[in-house]
Structure formats: structure tokens, C-alpha cells
DNA sequence: CGACGGTTTGACAATCATCAAATACAGTGG
DNA sequence: CCACTGTATTTGATGATTGTCAAACCGTCG
């Protein structure tokens, strides 16, 4: 699991993914490169950032799930979003930004500091990586917004597991139609606003109609077809040129 | 309702917000108030912009209430956040950028484009405030999620109405613990992920409590300490500098 | 082996949805 | 001024989804 090749090939993540969202030329390829070079490792459930605490940089994911998580007073917690690898997070315009959510390792997790963007040098394709990131970013807190308020507790799932689909197949991870999850089945139900007994048993009944398989950390989307009718899901899209593409694989 | 007088005070808002999220200059100011001077009306419950819909013009809503939404293909709708006077709409980084959401107005609406930042010149006052602008609209969402997720009916209810206080105190709009909400019951259960008659039903409660009054387009903060602590309510915070003045009032 | 975190199961309760009807309210035209 | 219309609010009865609590099970690791 920790091998040289494995790690190798696990760091290029952010790499594969910025390309995808716009054309990056071969110094800013360079600079991403040499950003995963300096990457630190944070250990599973560690925190990486406090709500209200300042942020000093934005920050790429390299490899490894991290999550953005609220408290509340009397100890539940809110799931926000993942960070995946190739994942920015901070990436803030205000000065002296402090964050309005905490961001948690799940996994081990390797992060760098993103490159910064010269003006009206020729990092154009990167500007526009990180824009489109950060639009993608909105894209998915708004597909939580709809599945939490909207849809029951089967949808939610599927949904989610699509949008995981969707996402880890754009940082050029999964093969097929099956990926690694590394949730429990507590962090999904803080995530889709759910307990996780309730996870559990509509996880069963995913399983039970034959759509999907999930357990040892790894799922399989058997029907994802029947699963995005479901759940009414939809690939994000968020500029006209690229990643039109996006979904097309299997 | 219509009165010279009053349209003129409403026009102000965009000014006000703006100005309190960044010190503007006097230019930048002028620039704003010509842009509201060209402001265009949008009628009640119409579409302002479509999801999947290039987006031409970042947008400043100058009067009036909007939304964003979502549908679901069997009609089911959930409301992803409030455009309220002085907010911005569609400050988008990349290129060519669609929709990610619909957005329409629920009262009647006047909007104008956002005057656009000159790089390098003296528009940083403005920047920043747009910049802390688009920083607190994703709090505003992340609040969003965090209630749908992980609230009961009665907390979010209570929530969304100290959100809604503490928006429109900063764009210089309520009185007191007293403003204006122009929302149905059904606008309000898309929005919490409940039925308009659960709504009813927790707003008797709230009512019952003494909590608060909602009527005739109006809502009354009767105890906003108390609906703070119920709903654990913590005004928005996205940078170290401004607005920690924010909340205090009343 | 024992401890631990995660998953699974069962019995039961609470929150919230559904459906349908009654009531209130604002605007419109006679 | 009043019936007429349409929309929004309110109420009641009932049911489904989801939560709570507690215990059993299972795999991993020291």
C-alpha cells in the first residue's frame, strides 16, 4: 500500500486533474510538480485547519480524503464537503482570510502549498485550473444542498457515491466502475445528515437491489446508470469549453 | 410602497453593503452608484438567469429578493441560498461560465451589473469587497448545509431568521429586531427541506414561545438572544480586518 | 486472548410527510 | 360595496421515514 511506484503514481493526482480543468503549459506543470515535491503528510483524523482560524495558504490535496466539517454546541457535525486529491482548498481573494470551516484529514493525507499566480505571466492555464476548481468546488456544495434537503436517504447515497465516481475518476484514480470510499459509516451519515444505522440499512437495500457494492473501504457501482436515474444525477458543469467529456468512461 | 423617496433609500443598499465589507474610495463609490443608476427591473417569481445558462455579467441586486434553485426532475425544489439588496450574483473566474444554479426573483427585483475591477488602478477597495462578498456567500451556504444536515425544523427556522437579521442589517435594510420577509410558507420549505405545513406547524410553535412573530410579509426577533442559543447561531466571520461590529445592534 | 473500532440487528419512538379540507386574504370586475 | 377568484395559511387525521437505544457480531491489532 506504501509502495515507491504506488506513491508515485498517487502523487500526480493534482497534476492529472488540473490538466483536465484547463491547458496548462509545461512551467506551470513544472511548478505543480515541484509544489507535490515539498508535500507534508498529515495522519488519518487529524485536523488541517480550525473554523476562525487565519489561512495562511491555499492548499492542494495530493493524495488521501479530507473533509470540511461544522460542530455544532452539543456535538453534531456536519460533513461540508471532501477534499479529494487534486482538491484545492483556502484558496481565498480577501485579505487576511480566516476559515469558515474546519478541514480534517480522513485518511493519511499529503498536501502541498498550491503555486502561486504570477500576474500577467503566462500562468493563464493554471489561473483558469484554480478558477474552475473553485467553481466545481460551489458546483458540488450545491448538489449537497439539494441531496440534504431534497431527496431521501437512498438518493442521498446514491448520489453521493456518483459525485465520488465523478470526481476521483477526474484525478485520474478509479478503474471501472469501482473505487476506494475510506468513509465509515459515520462519516457518511454526517455527511448526508443521517445516523449511521440509518447508512447501514439503506446501504442494504442498495445491495439488495443489485446497484451497488460497498464494504472493506471499496465500492462497486453496479447499475450506475439505474443509480443516476435515481438520484437525478447530474455531471457538474461549470464553463463551456472543457470537461465535457467528463463522465464518459466504462 | 412606491414612493420617490423610498425607492431612492433602496437603491442605496448595494452602496452600503459594499462598504462595509472593504473601505471604498470615492471613485469606486461613484462607479457603484452609476451602475444603479442603470439598474433594470425583473417582475416577481421570473427567471433571472437558468441553470446550464451562460452567465454574461456579474450582477449586483439593487431592491427586492431572489434566490437560487434547484429542481429535481419530478418537480421537488430546494432553494440553495437568498439574493438580498446588495448582494452580487454570478463573480465568476473562468472562462465562459454557465450556471450552476437558477436564479429568480421571488419579489420584484431591480439588478445592475457589478462595475467591473480595473487591475492595478485604484479599485482595490472594491475588490476586497467583492472578494469578502463572494467569501461570505459560501458561509452563507455552508450555514445552509449545517442546518438542513444536522438541524431540527424548529432550529432551522430559527437560524434562517437570524441569517436573514443579520444580511439585511448589513445592508443597512431592518430596524430593530422588526424587517420585512417575503417569503410563503412553501418558499420557506424548500429552502429548510420541509413541507409548507410543517413550516406552519413550527412557526405556531416558535410563535407560541414567544420566539418570534411572522406575518403579513413581516418577522419580529422576540427573543434573538434566545433563537441564537437554540439554533447556535454564530454571525459570519470570513476575514480578520472588517465587520466584527456586525451583530451588535438592537 | 482481549481490546477496540466498526458494522449489523432488533424493538420502539419521534419527527416530519401526506392528503384533504377549511379558512383567511388580496385583487378583480360587476 | 359585494360576490368571485386565486393564492396562502391553518387544521386534522394518518402514515412513512428516520432516529434512539442497546446489544450482538466481526475483523484487526497489540
Given at each position: ?79 461540508l464537503g ?58 458540488y456544495l450545491l448538489n449537497h444542498v439539494t441531496r440534504l ?42 455527511t ?59
Open positions: 500500500m506504501n509502495g515507491a511506484l504506488n506513491k508515485a503514481s498517487q502523487s500526480i493526482a493534482p497534476l492529472i486533474r488540473l490538466r483536465r480543468l484547463a491547458a496548462i503549459g509545461e512551467s506551470e506543470a513544472a511548478k505543480l510538480h515541484e509544489a507535490t515535491r515539498r508535500a507534508r503528510s498529515v495522519g488519518a483524523r487529524r485536523d488541517i485547519l480550525l473554523e476562525g482560524e487565519p489561512i495562511v495558504n491555499p492548499t492542494i490535496i495530493v493524495s488521501g480524503w479530507a473533509c470540511r466539517s461544522r460542530l455544532l454546541a452539543d456535538g453534531r457535525r456536519q460533513i471532501f477534499l479529494l486529491p487534486g482538491d484545492i482548498v483556502g484558496m481565498c481573494r480577501q485579505p487576511d482570510p480566516i476559515a469558515v470551516s474546519a478541514v480534517s484529514a480522513i485518511t493519511p493525507v499529503t498536501i502541498c502549498d498550491a503555486p502561486a499566480i504570477e500576474p500577467g505571466r503566462s500562468d493563464r492555464g493554471l489561473a483558469a485550473a484554480y478558477a474552475i476548481s473553485a467553481a466545481l468546488e460551489e458546483a434537503g431534497r431527496q431521501t436517504a437512498y438518493e442521498r447515497l446514491a448520489h453521493l457515491m456518483l459525485e465520488f465516481w465523478e470526481r476521483l475518476g477526474q484525478a485520474g484514480i478509479p478503474v471501472g466502475n469501482r473505487f476506494q470510499m475510506p468513509l465509515t459509516q459515520e462519516y457518511l451519515g454526517d448526508l445528515g443521517l445516523t449511521s444505522v440509518h447508512i447501514n440499512r439503506t446501504l442494504q437495500q442498495l445491495r439488495r437491489e443489485h446497484m451497488l457494492e460497498a464494504s472493506n473501504g471499496f465500492v462497486t457501482l453496479l447499475e450506475p446508470d439505474a443509480l443516476a436515474a435515481v438520484a437525478d444525477y447530474k455531471p457538474a458543469r461549470v464553463c463551456r469549453a472543457t470537461e465535457a467529456v467528463s463522465i464518459m468512461r466504462g
